[in-house]
């Protein structure tokens, strides 16, 4: 009975993901491709991707870490840097007599290469950094991003990373297909784990370290496994970034990013996977889409003299700190998107009409 | 007592913290199949000692060994290495490097003196958290279910030990609302997982009434023998450890002041006096609870 419910489950679930992308599809066909409905759904897509790699992190392990806009550096440059043509690599390293690096690989090798490097790089980090403890965590992680950030346009390094230079030329994907499928295997994988006994491991040092390390659990082990394992998705979706903007430039993966992220981490639920994706596209869409209007004062119908450029932004604060007041577990609390969930929700709403 | 086989033995423990004495030359053993009790006023650094069999806290003095092999011992540089400490070894190679996840390994579970259990999770996942130790998938492995068969033992393994000590019909439950006495049950449930050998119980009758705390003297029998354990637990109820403890020491001011069997002890003169204090002085106040106790034996 429970099995059954279980794998009719599993089938609405998938179904329901196949429709989705049928829509995508559809939508690619019918709407103009410059609509700014894909700029949402693509940016979307890969914030839902780091934030459900923070989420991981933050949300599943227990560990406050704030250094996510630092690995999505370093999977950005790595994917760019791999991948930008030969023949375009005088143009693009101008000022570097072409760069150091004079080959170029498949874009898949290149996006595994993104995560691996980011990975590796937590691996080192976290050496030193992951006995630390919630604030200081974060504390060091943010630095350590920063640094990157500083390092990554110093000019000494211009033959690889072209110093303060933008990146470009490289291979891009304009389908948003594109992005759903890589961020949706990925969160898939990312769930997996979650769901297996390391996940649940995860969860034990999250909720009490000292009995998960009394009930055999490594813990320096365990932690760093979880920042690598955060870190490669990062980096993957960095790599993602980098194709959606067509050009990168190390200045601006500020830590204000990382705090982007982790707003839609909180606001979405911490240690809530569906969350994070359905807050990263309701905050995307809020930010670049739906509050636009508010930065022009002349509507179509009347003009307001208080809306003026960067006013939605005043506007998207408020919209915060209220969700944040009235949903202080973020949209999802720590519960996942299900289908039974669903059906009980419109259960308590039928009976409470009744009553 | 059936067996004289010592399954843990500490050796001339001694644990200072700065200038305090916590556990002052301690050597005690424990044999197998035996319930041995650490009982003392509060304070008297019962839980340090477990603390140091446990390898929370490396000893300044003295050396542990379990089933024979020297499994914890004073390393002063024990403390940096283990942060820095690489792979999961199992066996100790070289140096003692003791953490408690490797000790948990070795076959000595514990339980907490204030419930531990992991507060947002089902009592079911409570006690299979404490299986992910026996483990021999690694994360791809399990990432992919490539490890699916490991996977379903351990849940049935669950299932099985839930219903063994009459829990399986909360475990779908949140852990932290079962009742208090049940808390406790799960949190020796979820040690018993993880496979042991030996049991360290941090008092597991604290906060219990006369009748669950005669409740849990059988349960303690009984897993003892369905489980082929031995116990060695810190308990305040002197009913309890009167009734089911082979042998019982006791620490005052972190030394040992007496050891033998529970009508040994309750004769004692050293005992009486530092549970009742000398007859000179004025007793402290903060024995006064035990002392009752005492008295109602």
Redo the contacts between chains.
């Keep these: 009975m429970e099995n059954t419910n279980k794998k009719r489950d599993l089938f609405i679930g998938f179904g329901l993901l196949a429709l989705l992308f049928i829509v995508l599809v559809i939508l690619e066909q019918t709407v103009r491709p410059t609509s700014i409905l894909f700029t949402v759904l693509k940016k979307g897509a890969i914030y839902a991707l780091v934030a459900v790699s923070m989420n991981l992190l933050n949300g599943f392990t227990g560990l406050f870490s704030l250094g996510q806009a630092g690995f999505m550096l370093l999977g950005a440059y790595t994917y760019a840097i791999f991948t930008i043509p030969v023949e375009a690599r005088a143009q693009v390293y101008q000022y570097f007599d072409g760069g150091a690096i004079q080959f170029t690989l498949p874009v898949i090798v290149a996006m595994i290469l993104a995560g691996l490097v980011a990975a590796f790089f937590a691996y080192l980090i976290g050496?030193p950094v992951l006995?630390l403890k919630s604030d200081y965590l974060a504390i060091a992680t943010l630095g350590f991003a920063e640094i990157l950030r500083a390092i990554f346009q110093w000019d000494k390094l211009g033959v690889i990373t072209n110093g303060s230079n933008l990146l470009r030329k490289y291979p891009v994907f304009k389908t948003s297909t594109f992005y759903f499928a890589i961020s949706g295997i990925c969160i898939a994988?990312i769930v997996?784990?979650i769901n297996?006994?390391?996940g649940?491991?995860f969860?034990?040092i999250?909720?009490?370290e000292?009995?998960?390390?009394?009930?055999?659990?490594?813990?320096?082990?365990h932690k760093r496994?979880a920042f690598t394992?955060s870190s490669f998705f990062a980096g993957i979706s960095g790599a993602l970034l980098a194709m959606f903007q067509t050009t990168i430039q190390a200045s601006q993966f500020k830590s204000a990013m990382t705090y982007e992220i982790l707003l839609i981490v909180v606001i979405g639920g911490i240690?809530s996977v569906s969350g994070s994706c359905i807050s990263s596209f309701l905050f995307i869409a809020c930010s670049e889409w739906w509050l636009r209007f508010l930065d022009n004062a002349n509507l179509n119908f009347t003009s307001i003299q208080i809306l003026r450029p960067g006013f939605r932004k005043v506007v998207f604060s408020v919209v915060i700190m209220c969700i944040v007041l009235f949903y202080q577990k973020g949209i999802m609390g720590?519960k996942e998107f299900s289908i039974k969930g669903i059906a009980g929700f419109f259960k308590k709403l039928k009976s409470k009409r009744n009553k | 007592m059936a067996s004289s086989k010592n399954i843990l033995k500490m050796e001339n423990i001694t644990m200072q913290f700065g200038g305090v004495v916590a556990v002052d030359n301690l050597s005690l053993e424990v044999n197998e199949g035996e319930i041995v009790s650490l009982i003392g006023p509060n304070g008297a650094g019962k839980t340090t000692a477990f603390n140091v069999v446990t390898g929370v806290y490396a000893p300044t003095n003295g050396a542990v060994w379990f089933n024979g092999n020297k499994i914890v011992e004073n390393h002063p540089r024990r403390k940096m290495k283990k942060l820095y400490a690489g792979k999961d070894k199992t066996v100790f190679n070289g140096h003692l490097e003791p953490t408690p996840d490797k000790i948990t390994k070795l076959g000595i579970a514990r339980t907490f003196q204030n419930i531990r259990l992991w507060k947002s999770q089902t009592v079911f996942d409570n006690v299979l958290i404490a299986k992910h130790l026996r483990r021999t998938s690694n994360v791809f492995s399990a990432t992919f279910r490539l490890n699916w068969k490991e996977e379903k033992k351990q849940r049935e393994e669950t299932a099985e030990l839930l219903k063994i000590l009459g829990l399986y019909d909360v475990k779908d439950e949140l852990c932290t609302s079962l009742p208090y006495g049940l808390q406790r049950r799960l949190e020796i449930a979820r040690a018993l997982a993880t496979n042991p050998t030996l049991l360290l119980l941090d008092e597991p009758a604290a906060g219990m009434n006369p009748q669950e705390t005669a409740d849990l003297t059988d349960f303690i029998r009984r897993i003892r023998t369905d489980f082929h354990l031995s116990v060695f637990m810190i308990e305040h109820h002197m009913d309890l450890v009167m009734d089911i403890s082979d042998r019982i020491y006791v620490l005052n001011f972190g030394a040992l002041i007496a050891q033998g069997t529970p009508d040994e002890i309750q004769n004692n003169p050293d005992v009486i006096a530092a549970y009742l204090g000398e007859a000179e002085e004025d007793t402290d106040f903060s024995d006064k609870p035990y002392a009752e106790e005492e008295e109602a034996e």
């Design positions: 050496l006995h994988l997996l784990l297996s006994t390391y649940r491991a969860k034990a999250r909720d009490d000292v009995a998960a390390e009394a009930m055999g659990i490594n813990l320096a082990h496994m394992i240690g720590d």
